[in-house]
């Protein structure tokens, strides 16, 4: 009697093949998904270090067009400044190179100079604005000296009044008005609207074209904040105003954090031009 061979695997041969199978495939499995989780997380901080940096840059920006001493912050987490849309240099002397009566402040030509003895009302600028336009006005505060101070503090307002439409774009005009002090460099400035930077409910916002007020609003009233950055986990803002008025730092602190944990923490420093 022939005996026959039967084919097939044993049972043992079998496990032994799923395990090694197993075993592959879970190999293969990291090969694929931890490369894919490594570019997903890379994403996810790259978005939060771009979310964070334009939001800076936004308030660099504006932190560096503020007016000499108008940066003021409350409670760590609330920013306003006054920014300047333009600025220059006033008459300070007559021109005696042209008749009294050719001025071009009207109607008394002889005051091109601005005159702070009394509540004058029109002086020459000297050189060319690059942004301002004296004939066409909006609404645009001129402030001289901004020390910051009881006496000279352009938001309690008493170094600074409202320019009116000048026939004449080498001529500023504005509601009469005495100004307390000089500026030894015989400086203005022409304040477009007052900004302001709040962190809330994990949100920057930003408000601007308010009303400037003596009092610090939080949040100004009347107007929309404009989203800058959500995810916020915390932000902070501090600021130096340095020695003799001549020069201060902001320094801006921000946290983002993610739905899946991913943090990243940014801090830029923004130095101030004080000098009024």
Partial sequence: ?????????????????????GILATMT????????KSYLDLQRRTALVDTAELTL???????????????????????ELLHIEDGGRYRARQDFSVPATAGLCTPNPVGDV?????ADNCFEAMGTLKVFNP???TGESLVIYNLGGVSADAYVGNNRTTVVNSSNAKVIKFNAFQFPFSSPQQRFFIVDTPI??????NQL??????????AQPNPPAGVIGQLQADKIASCRFT??????????LVTVEITLTDAMGESVQLMQQVHVDNVP
């Fill in 1 to 21: 009697m022939t005996p026959h061979k039967y084919l097939g695997f044993s049972l043992i041969e079998l496990i032994m093949v799923i395990v090694i199978v």
């Fill in 57 to 79: 840059r936004r308030m660099q920006r504006d932190i560096r067009r503020a007016l000499p001493n108008s940066v003021r912050i409350s409670g760590g987490t609330v920013i």
């Fill in 135 to 137: 004939v066409a006005t």
């Fill in 29 to 36: 499995t990291n090969i694929i998904t931890l490369p894919i």
């Fill in 205 to 214: 916002l930003r408000y601007s074209g308010y009303v400037i007020g003596a």
């Fill in 239 to 248: 600021y130096s105003p340095g020695t003799a008025s001549r020069s201060g």
């Fill in 114 to 118: 601005l005159d702070f003895t009394l």
């Fill in 196 to 201: 302001t930077y709040l962190c809330i409910n």
